[in-house]
């Protein structure tokens, strides 16, 4: 097998496993069913899941996210 395609292989499996890896701000949104500027807004305001960078890239952990929701779910 050529090393490129092996290369793409693992990259498409590794982007596959959304559920193992940090989420973007997008996926984090469509998770939460809200729109993205939303949750830059509750980010500016501290008041919603938190969030780590990357570099320049925003990066949230899903479950903190999870835990952030249920913890909303309960003050509710």
Known sequence: MPRDISDRTRKESFVK????RLWTAEETALYLQIPKATLYQWRYL???PKAG????????????????????QEAA
């Open 46 to 48: 501290g008041i919603g």
């Open 17 to 20: 496993s959304v559920h193992d």
């Open 53 to 72: 960078r990357v570099g320049r890239h925003l990066r949230y952990d899903p479950a903190e996210v999870k835990a952030w929701f249920r913890q909303q």
